[in-house]
């Protein structure tokens, strides 16, 4: 086959003009080695062109060799223009022929067809692989509508859980004001204020580690743990105890933690029970514009079950501000990743002295935007502002219910604990403020004389004071009942009955006692 070619070749370079005999030369030079197999796939393009430019000098080589050669040769033109252009076609001319433009020719009408076949291939892999990828994207976009969804209805569902400004108690001693921030559509940042008793408030600001439906998940759980475990008398230590030891079986595996500041503001005397849980200080402006840093040793809630807390109290006067925040406020960062740090919020907190609560709010968290400059948030953020105005007149409050002593011996008074010289009957126990051991005495009268409208008249009072309004009433009513012509019995219901209209749930009155 070698010798054949250069037989041609030369038979080529002696009739054929020499610019016509070399393109031809190459070209079954190449054609030698599509025969031999050695022709790869890169080589299309250039055969492709190499033979087309061969088209304009077909009618030059048909005079000077002939029909005979001419003829294939312009098949084999006809050919590379179908192949350059994927064009449908017939085979090339001459392939049958035994020669070297046979050979030509043949392998040209396989390398089309093949390539025919793979791009009808390739065409339908791209269709189905297309349709493929459009069915997953329309599953996607259906499921991210629906996360959506769900993250738009919890973010909802939070903040019915924090309370609103027009949910915080207001009375003439206290105001309040707070605000809340996600980072995501749901946080983990909590703020809560909860009633203890007729004259106290518990504080609450906690932050639970992480962002999203999970943070979410655990400051439901924080929230509802110190509303049912805060009570009057309870030290504000024990309450982060008991939280502790509810969190910790459900969150102590996981890798959250929650930090948390809880202080229970007294409105009769002024003093400020607080205690922490690993979270930042909360700050006190006195009336004179001094500001101190509140703080307590305290470990995380929901990690270690020997958890260990502390409580301090303290007086504050009526004037007194005391702001409880989470890291997302003192953490807040610029553009410069600077932090907004403590110390700017108490030069903020003593500069703004003549603001009220919810104007000082507001000012506060635009100067944290201002510093962040547009910043995006990198933390959930809650803020808590309490302004005590003054104390309760306790003793106006002693004459709203009427007590009526139980009838009884001696005996039917068993001391409600281990005190060396417990008062001898619940009346002494309401009268001194004690209301935890007037009820429990009172209960245990009642076991044994459950008709008896003096000791319901007196328990609805110690529940009344509690901040326990539903059973005050029910208390109450049952004592009507048993005796319906004593007014005092009747006037106490009143009372109560009236108290939860004027003052809903919260307690907004100034009237009571813890």
Aim: glycine share 10%.
């Amino acid at each position: 086959m070698k010798r054949k070619s250069v037989r041609v070749s030369y038979f080529l370079s002696v009739f054929v003009p020499s610019s016509a005999a070399c393109l031809l030369s190459i070209a079954v030079l190449i054609a030698r080695d599509v025969v031999s197999g050695s022709f790869g796939s890169g080589s299309i393009p250039f055969l492709a062109t190499l033979v087309s430019a061969m088209v304009g000098g077909s009618a030059l080589v048909a005079a000077l060799v002939g029909s005979s050669l001419a003829e294939p040769v312009l098949g084999l033109a006809a050919a590379s223009r179908s192949l350059s252009g994927l064009e449908n076609g017939s085979s090339t001319a001459g392939a049958s022929r035994g020669d070297e433009f046979g050979d030509i020719a043949g392998g040209v009408d396989k390398l089309a067809a093949d390539l025919k076949e793979n791009m009808a291939r390739l065409d339908e892999l791209v269709s189905d692989r297309t349709e493929e990828l459009s069915s997953a994207y329309s599953e996607l976009r259906k499921r991210n509508e629906t996360i959506q969804r769900e993250l738009r209805m919890a973010h909802r569902v939070q903040l019915k859980m924090i309370p609103r400004l027009e949910d915080l108690p207001e009375r003439p001693e206290l105001s309040m004001a707070a605000w809340y921030g996600t980072k995501e559509n749901v946080g983990g940042d909590l703020y809560d204020v909860l009633r203890i008793g007729r004259n106290a408030y518990g504080l609450l600001v906690a932050d639970v580690s992480g962002h999203g439906v999970p943070s979410a998940l655990i400051t439901a759980m924080v929230k509802s743990a110190f509303r049912n475990r805060a009570r009057w008398g309870v030290p504000a230590a024990v309450v982060l105890k008991d939280v502790n030891d509810e969190l910790v079986k459900v969150i102590s595996e996981t890798n959250h933690y929650v930090t948390a500041y809880f202080g229970i503001i007294n409105l009769e005397d002024g003093s400020f029970e607080y205690s922490c849980a690993g979270h930042h200080p909360a700050l006190l402006r006195t009336p004179s514009g001094e500001i101190a840093r509140l703080d307590c040793p305290g470990s995380f809630l929901g990690v270690f079950e020997d958890a260990s807390f502390e409580s301090r109290t303290i007086r504050v006067g009526s004037g007194s501000r005391i702001l409880i925040y989470t890291d997302g406020i003192i953490e807040a960062r610029n553009r410069a990743n600077e932090d907004y740090s403590i110390r700017r919020l108490e030069a903020f907190f003593s500069r703004e002295a003549d603001a009220c609560p919810r104007d000082f709010i507001d000012a506060l968290m635009k100067d944290v935007e201002n510093f962040t400059g547009g910043a995006p948030r990198h933390d959930d953020q809650a803020v808590m502002l309490m302004e005590l105005k003054g104390l309760c007149d306790v003793r106006a409050e002693a004459q709203e219910l009427e007590l009526l002593p139980p009838a009884g011996e001696p005996g039917d008074f068993p001391p409600p604990g281990p005190s060396a010289e417990p008062p001898s009957r619940p009346t002494e126990l309401l009268t001194r403020g004690r209301f935890d051991e007037a009820r429990t005495m009172l209960l245990g009268m009642l076991e044994r004389r459950p008709a008896d409208p003096g000791i319901l008249n007196d328990l609805g009072i110690a529940e009344y004071r509690l901040g326990r309004f539903a059973e005050a009433r029910s208390a109450f009513a049952r004592a009507a009942e048993l005796d319906p012509g004593e007014a005092r019995i009747a006037r106490n219901l009143e009372l109560a009955r009236r108290g939860r209209t004027e003052r809903g749930p919260a307690g907004a009155s100034g009237k009571g006692r813890s």
